[in-house]
């Protein structure tokens, strides 16, 4: 059963089931919330959980959404890279972390969690030296579990074909306030469809800001 139990988790993890199982999960958990009577007035996402609340704010039909979250994460599955990069807890905050890695070639923030902890992604190389260059500044480092350096130029190689997918969206007029996590403001539809696609885009590649999005 143990066996059994650790190969349905490693089948879990893989990015092109894990992707939309989370977005089905995070809309499933806020149908729910409402179901009991707890009022929305604002989504927000954490990484991936970006199209979720895209979706349960109403910017996109959530059975839309997670055709697109699958579809996209196919494509990252499908990856042909060398190196599939790597990422890694600091206990930091954003600038004390920047300044280590600063000098090292390859690695960038990929994640504002919490006041006292980034996350950094990028070439392996590079993370690894990341989190040496972060213990010896005192700062505790963790390398992470995951299977391609998301939120960093490593996935770039994904962007075009995901951009076909973001074209053929229907866009609609956000139903309560989404504030993304890639900018840490509101979705406005006012500025044309434009603007939410090109934040969709960037997605992959640009830091998450959940701290700001939270501020």
């Known amino acids: 059963v143990q066996d059994e139990l650790k190969a349905a988790e490693e089948a879990l993890m893989a990015t ?13 958990l806020g149908a729910f919330l ?17 199209f979720a609340a895209a979706a349960a704010g109403g910017i996109l039909d959530e059975e839309e959404a997670i055709r697109f979250v699958a579809k996209r994460g196919k494509l990252m599955a499908d990856l042909e890279l060398d190196d599939f990069g ?22 960038q923030i990929a994640n504002v969690n919490h006041p006292r902890q980034t996350v ?9 030296q990341a989190v040496v260059a972060l213990k010896a500044a005192k700062i505790a480092a963790k390398p992470l579990r995951v299977s391609h350096a998301f939120h960093s130029p490593v996935v770039e190689g994904v962007t075009a074909d995901v951009d076909a997918l973001i074209e053929a969206l229907n ?16 979705y406005v539809l006012t500025e044309g469809e434009s603007s939410i696609k090109k934040i969709f885009s960037t997605h992959a590649t640009a ?9």
């Open 207 to 215: 830091p998450v800001d959940y701290v700001g999005c939270l501020e």
């Open 171 to 186: 866009i609609q007029s956000p139903s309560k306030t989404v504030v993304t996590a890639i900018s840490a403001k509101p």
């Open 34 to 50: 409402e179901s009991l009577g707890v009022p929305c007035d604002v989504t927000l996402g954490h990484s991936l959980g970006e």
């Open 86 to 107: 790597a990422m890694a807890a600091s206990m930091a905050d954003r600038t004390a972390t920047e300044a280590v890695i600063a000098g090292i070639d390859g690695v």
């Open 16 to 28: 092109q089931v894990c992707q939309p199982a989370m977005a089905a999960l995070g809309l499933a």
């Open 120 to 128: 950094v992604s990028g070439t392996t190389q590079a993370v690894e």
